[in-house]
C-alpha cells in the first residue's frame, strides 16, 4: 500500500465520485466537505483522530490550485453560493478569524451509498487570506442570494508579508534575530574578495 490506499487507486480507475474535504485551522478549526450531510472522517497526518466535515452543499468546481514556484503563487477562491442573506449574516459574524490559518484541501473516493473509502488523502495546503461575500442583482420574482468565498494562498502571497528582492543583514535578522550569516553583504557587494577557506 503507497500513500493512497490501493482500493482509492482501483475506484479512481472507475469513477469520478470524489469526496472533496476543506479544513481550515481556525479557533475551533472549520471542517467542510462538498456533499449533503455530515461525515465522521479522519485526515490523513492532520486528523489522525477524526471528527465531522460538515456538508456544503453540491460541488460546483474547484479552482486550479497551485504550488509554490520561484516565490509566487496565484491565490484560488473556495465558494459557496446560493446561501440567503439572512443566513449568509449569521455565517459571518460567527466565523472566528482565519486571516493566516492553514488551510489544508484533501479527497477520497466515494462508494455506491455514497461513503468515503479512506481517510482523507492531503493533496494542497495554503494560507488563508480573507473572506468575500458578493450577490448578483435580483431580476422579476428572484430571491436574493449571496456568494460567499474565501480567498488561499499558497507560498508567501498574502500581503501583509513584506517582498524579499535582497538579503540584507537587516531582512536575514527578521528571521532569525541571531542568525549572522548576511552580515558580510554590504561588504562583500562593494568588491571585497574574501580569503575563502582551504580545507
Not at 497526518?45 to 465531522?52: F, L, M, N, Y
Not at 449574516?89 to 477520497?108: E, I
Not at 479512506?118 to 449571496?146: C, F, K, Y
Request: charged letters at 15%; hydrophobic letters at 40%; proline letters at 6%.
Amino acid at each position: 500500500m503507497g500513500w493512497v490506499p490501493d482500493n482509492v487507486v482501483a475506484a479512481l480507475g472507475q469513477s469520478h465520485q470524489l469526496g472533496i474535504f476543506l479544513r481550515i485551522d481556525t479557533d475551533p478549526a472549520l471542517h467542510l466537505w462538498m456533499g449533503v450531510n455530515d461525515v465522521p472522517i479522519g485526515f490523513d497526518s492532520i486528523d489522525p483522530d477524526g471528527t465531522v466535515y460538515l456538508g456544503g452543499g453540491r460541488l460546483v468546481g474547484v479552482p486550479t490550485l497551485e504550488v509554490l514556484v520561484n516565490g509566487t503563487s496565484d491565490s484560488v477562491e473556495f465558494t459557496i453560493s446560493g446561501v440567503d442573506p439572512a443566513t449568509g449574516a449569521k455565517m459571518l459574524d460567527s466565523l472566528p478569524a482565519v486571516r493566516g490559518c492553514a488551510v489544508q484541501m484533501g479527497l477520497t473516493t466515494l462508494d455506491e451509498y455514497f461513503q468515503p473509502m479512506s481517510d482523507v488523502i492531503p493533496i494542497w495546503t495554503g494560507s488563508a487570506s480573507h473572506i468575500g461575500e458578493s450577490s448578483a442583482a435580483v431580476q422579476g420574482t428572484q430571491s436574493a442570494t449571496l456568494t460567499l468565498s474565501l480567498s488561499v494562498v499558497a507560498g508567501e502571497s498574502t500581503r501583509s508579508r513584506a517582498a524579499r528582492s535582497t538579503w540584507s543583514a537587516a531582512q536575514q535578522k527578521a528571521f532569525s534575530p541571531t542568525d549572522r550569516f548576511c552580515d558580510a553583504t554590504a561588504r562583500l557587494a562593494r568588491g571585497v574578495d574574501p580569503a575563502w577557506p582551504n580545507f
